[in-house]
């Protein structure tokens, strides 16, 4: 169903603002960690999903887990409640369709006081262990416009040819569409006759059909908890109930695409609301629970991924067998919408009466269809009608045409219902003003006509696209791609099925293998084309960080279909990920993203934790005032003053390790005002045996290219650790060992150290409290150039000490210098970036990356001694320095990876 958008194109994973999909929708910050403005999610609550084997813990309104209690205790929690009381542990391992079915019943809401911390608390009780995520309940604002009296009729059933496909098909009244919004007008006269009627729980105070829920005669309010779902201070919902299914033949008012399909009013916003949907979730989980075939959402957010919002999202497709579209977003550009971009979830773009893209419609790959969305005329609440625009209405809409389909072919389910209404939509590229986005409207426009009459069509989707390299999978300029994928036929067989692979980047993309022919394909059956796998080459000149464009056409006969997807080629940075430690290392002495917001990189993990960073970069400073590094800046901006000159690249094996990698970079980059004029080698190391399988080491060495001597220069690693809660950290020093180290307050929280272990010069070890007035470097109004320098040759042993149960934000910078560097000249600074599960683990990997550095990779002369060996008939001279560990034997040990064998 979900057009397919590859998985080397990173979600940006940020709390940002959520809107109503009409006109002008809220904006953000994109980082969950620093967000400015209007918060993204409510205040005070919480929602975690317990792990099954913490399940013996659980019950309806509590959970017994000692460290959650201590954490509910902390935060003075006033309920811990099943967030769906009456659902059980699935019964069944997998579903009728053969999917996993998803289990809401370890879903729980934790309610605090409204100043409570939540990013602070979601971390928290990650840390813990116990729980699979631990989210806050994000807002979804609505902004629809205004009536338009000028607009007049409703086009939008011309352009779907209602009239044609009414002659045909009329609906059915056991096809249900559950409206999840604010509410609707069901006394309306031209909603009243379609409004679904639980006549098993008439309205007398008993739960007469013992469903939990008293007198849910004529739908539900989840957000206010009672029985009338009436719109109060918004609009919305009773606009949205008659796009999708407004009485129609009725001689009142206007018409909608269901016809005689009911739809299930399901409020899910306070009364007080006029901006938000407070409870969409609830309100999509009561629907799939009370018969709703298709489950219509005119809301949604920007920003980042939410696994609670996926597992009601998925739980209504997948338990329920509910159809769920969602608006595509009103910002009217490419961007991520949530929850109309999960995979089992059909998004909803909206169109113009010309079938140009509506101006404020969101695009991309992600959408599925289009539908009429520009002043749309339809029922508003106090039994009147009015115009609306926005993806809001093209929405349901288009929900109105899944009914149809569902009530016509009662025996499909939910992806067959999606499919069809996809393939039988018109094409509109070809309509002016509409081919910049081939590919990003969807399949087209829906058409009912054809959806209720089209039985031949098959429903061949692309399920997943695999790019390999076949090394690394760091796709680089040169590089040959081979690409898999996975097709299945949701609908009738094909007859000559041919899959053909093309691209829009032919300036980048050279195409060797572009053909499968699978042939024949049954209804529900799956081919991968692993065996004759599509080929491509990047161009050697792509310019870095290109994303590339690849398209598979699928022909049987006159029916067509295409599947796009994007691949980031050519990128300027590694992923070193053969020990407990991974982490990525770009090409501009950054470490764990290449570019800010933690984006383009896998952040810095230890043993598949989630990242424990948030940003970490080189800083080199001299003569008192000059630094030059990639971490931020002064206000809201970041320093971009490293730029390559070649580009990370590693090796496997490595020549000194399991994995070494080498890059050179200078100090002009775009943001470099003053540079030193400094040329740094980069190499890295890690190997994959104990003791040295949880750390990662960075050799810098920085040469003088200038022609005027450097004075006080430092060189130094600042990195914002995040560990796991970056809002429970502290930060102290480890001066024997040289390190720097940051750790969690919280239970079961990880370490994280930087060590300096070259001798070149001193050692210092800034450790900064991320807030105003914490008696240190104060970053609140940015991180200036005088405030680096002091950081790179200053010391300060401890940070979060004022916070002494729990510490605060941190940052670390370990650094060593204070030596002048004439034209031509080098210095060297290496380091090991170490993480562990406590501070014994840390030192032990510290002590083991000082022997490994003494005994391998120093290369500081002179000489003190050297040692001959012979192995299998393999002499070698190893150094051994003036500064190495007096454990020979250890060394010995550990080079004989080296060797030969």
């Known amino acids: 169903m979900k057009k397919f958008r590859a998985a080397s194109t990173l979600l940006l994973l940020a709390l940002l603002s959520v809107q109503v999909m009409a006109s002008n929708p809220l904006a953000g910050n994109s980082s969950p960690k620093r967000v400015s403005g209007k918060e993204a999610y409510q205040a005070g609550r919480v929602i975690i999903k317990m792990k099954p084997e913490f399940r013996g813990f659980c019950s309806s309104g509590s959970i017994s887990e000692p460290k959650l209690l201590s954490i509910f205790a902390r935060y003075s929690a006033s309920s811990v409640t099943k967030k769906f009381a009456r659902h059980m542990e699935p ?90 919004d604010s509410g609707t007008d069901w006394d309306h006269p031209d909603l009243q006759a379609n409004l679904k009627i639980n006549y098993a729980d ?19 309010d989840v957000s206010e908890n009672d029985n009338n779902p009436m719109v109060v201070n918004s609009t919305h919902g009773a606009h949205v109930s008659g796009c999708a299914d407004a009485v129609t033949n009725n001689a009142t008012g206007g018409a909608s695409s269901a016809f005689n399909c009911r739809f299930l009013p399901v409020k899910s916003c306070l009364d ?37 919002e996926n597992d009601v999202i998925d739980y209504a ?135 209720l009459t089209d039985s031949t069509s098959p429903g061949v989707v692309v399920k997943q696209f695999t790019a390999t390299d076949r090394v690394d999978n760091i796709f680089n300029a040169g590089d040959t791609l081979d690409i898999t ?62 994303e590339i464009s690849l398209r598979v056409n699928l022909i049987d006969g006159t029916w067509t279909d295409n599947y796009s997807f994007t691949i980031t080629v050519n990128v300027d940075y590694i992923n070193i990920d053969v020990n407990d430690v991974a982490t990525s290392v770009s090409s501009r002495g950054l470490f764990g993203y290449n570019q800010t917001g933690q984006t383009q990189g896998i952040g810095f993990t230890y043993q598949g934790s989630a990242t424990v960073l948030y940003e970490m970069s080189l800083m080199v ?17 970041t320093d971009d003053d490293f730029a390559p000159t070649v580009n990370i690249s590693k090796v496997v094996p490595g020549v000194l390790s399991d994995l070494d990698a080498s890059g050179t970079f200078r100090d002009n980059g775009t943001t470099s005002t003053s540079p030193m004029n400094i040329l740094v080698s980069q190499k890295e190391y890690a190997w994959t ?13 920085i040469k003088n290219i200038g022609s ?76 200036s150039n005088s405030e680096k320098f002091t950081s790179l040759n200053t010391m300060r042993a401890d940070a979060g000490i004022a916070q002494a149960s729990t510490g605060n934000d941190v940052l670390s910078v370990v650094s060593t210098g204070g030596v002048t560097l004439a034209a031509g000249d080098s210095v060297e600074a290496t380091f090991a970036l170490i993480a562990g599960e406590n501070l014994s683990s840390i030192q032990t990997s510290a002590d083991a990356a000082q022997i490994m550095y003494d005994g391998v990779i120093l290369d500081v002369k002179p000489i003190q001694q050297s040692y001959a060996t012979t192995l299998k008939g393999t002499t070698r001279i190893l150094p051994i320095s003036k500064h190495a560990s007096s454990s020979l034997l250890a060394v010995l040990q550990r080079l004989k990876s080296l060797f030969t064998i």
């Not at 400073?621 to 901006?637: E, I, K, L, P, Y």
């Not at 040295?692 to 060495?701: G, H, L, Q």
Request: glycine share 10%; with cysteine; hydrophobic share 35%.
């Open 689 to 701: 045996q104990a003791p040295d399988n949880k750390y990662i080491m960075a050799k810098f060495v």
């Open 708 to 783: 005027t001597t450097l004075t006080n220069l430092y060189a130094g690693i600042a990195a914002d650790w995040d560990v796991p809660a970056y809002a429970n950290n502290k930060a102290s020093t480890d001066a024997g060992r040289r390190m720097g180290y940051v750790w969690s307050t919280d239970g079961g929280g990880l370490y994280a150290a930087i060590k300096l272990l070259s001798h070149t010069a001193g050692f210092n070890h800034y450790a900064i409290d991320n807030y105003a007035a914490n008696g240190g470097l104060d970053l609140s109004d940015g991180f």
């Open 485 to 546: 994928a996975l097709f299945k036929n949701l609908l009738r067989p094909t007859t000559n099925l041919v899959c053909t692979l093309s691209t829009t980047s032919t300036n980048y993309v050279t195409i060797l293998q572009n053909t499968f022919n699978p042939g024949v394909l049954g209804t529900g059956d799956t081919i991968s084309n692993y065996t004759s796998q599509y080929r491509i080459i990047i161009s050697p000149s792509t310019p870095q960080n290109t």
């Open 91 to 180: 019964a069944q391992s997998r579903m009728a369709n053969g999917m996993k079915p998803i289990d809401l019943s370890l879903i729980y809401e934790v309610k605090v006081a409204e100043s409570a911390d939540i990013m602070r608390l979601t971390s928290a009780l990650m840390a813990t262990g116990c729980v699979a995520y631990a989210e806050p309940v994000y807002k979804q604002f609505m902004c629809f416009t205004p009536n338009d009296p000028s607009a007049g009729g409703q086009y939008q059933l011309t352009k779907l040819n209602a009239y044609n496909a009414w002659d045909v098909w009329q609906g059915d009244t056991n096809t249900v569409i559950g409206i999840v």
């Open 621 to 637: 400073g001299a003569n008192g005032t000059q630094v030059s590094d990639c971490f931020r800046g002064d206000a809201a901006t």
């Open 317 to 451: 497709f997948i338990n329920q067998n509910a159809t769920v579209l969602a608006a595509a977003g009103n910002d009217g550009v490419e961007e991520d919408h949530w929850p109309s971009s999960y995979p089992n979830c059909i998004s909803v773009a909206a169109t113009s009466a010309s079938d140009g893209k509506a101006g404020f419609s969101s695009y991309g790959f992600a959408v599925d269809v289009s539908a009429p969305g520009n002043n749309i005329l339809a029922t508003e609440y106090n039994d009147s009608y009015g115009q609306e625009s926005g993806t809001s209405m093209a929405s349901p809409i288009a929900a109105g045409v899944a009914a149809m389909i569902k009530s016509r072919w009662p025996a499909f389910d939910a992806a067959q219902v999606g499919e069809q209404l996809r393939v039988t939509s018109d094409n509109i590229y070809a309509v002016s003003g509409n081919t910049p986005y081939f590919g990003k409207l969807g399949k087209g426009r829906v058409n009912l006509y054809r959806a």
């Open 202 to 220: 008439p309205i007398n105070g008993i739960d007469d059909d013992n469903d939990g829920f008293i007198d849910n005669y004529r739908g539900w």
């Open 272 to 308: 007080a609301s006029t901006t938000s949907i407070d409870n969409g979730y609830d309100g999509i989980v009561y629907a799939a629970d009370h018969g709703a075939n298709v489950i219509n959402l005119s809301w949604g957010r920007t920003g980042g991924y939410s696994q609670f």
